[in-house]
């Protein structure tokens, strides 16, 4: 059973970053494809940002250009930088991970529990 635990969430005024950190336990292989998303009050959950082993990123518009994902040394450990953090950056961010995918179908997925990130203005 692979799990993912995060670290980093806090409180920050407008304009200052953070770090998020998640590890990935339970496999001896490497998970394909990991990142970030997001879920703010009321809202749905959303994408942040991923980044797959082959180093291949995605992310939202909102945060382009001020969030960064990366991949660490260790294996199935991802991080979040984010820079310049607003308001409507605060929200609960959950680490996400997703096995390639086969002729059969979509790749397992999997989350973490969430860590609370709070901009202050």
């Known amino acids: 059973q692979v799990q993912l635990v995060e670290s980093g969430g806090g409180l920050v005024q407008a304009g200052g970053s953070l770090r998020l950190s998640c590890v990935a336990s339970?496999?001896?292989?490497?998970?394909?494809?990991m990142g970030w998303y997001r879920q703010a009050p009321g809202m749905p959950r959303e994408l942040v940002a991923t980044?797959?082993?082959?180093?291949?990123?995605d992310f939202a518009d909102s945060v382009k250009g001020r969030f960064t994902v990366s991949r660490g040394s260790a294996r199935n450990t991802v991080f979040l930088q984010m820079n310049d953090l607003k308001p409507v950056d605060t929200a609960i961010y959950y680490c996400?991970?997703?096995?390639?995918?086969?002729?059969?179908?979509?790749?397992?997925?999997?989350w973490g529990q969430g860590t609370q990130v709070n901009v202050s203005s």
């Open positions: 980044v797959t082993t082959g180093g291949r990123t």
């Open positions: 996400y991970g997703q096995e390639l995918g086969t002729e059969r179908g979509r790749g397992a997925e999997y």
């Open positions: 339970g496999t001896d292989y490497s998970v394909w494809q």
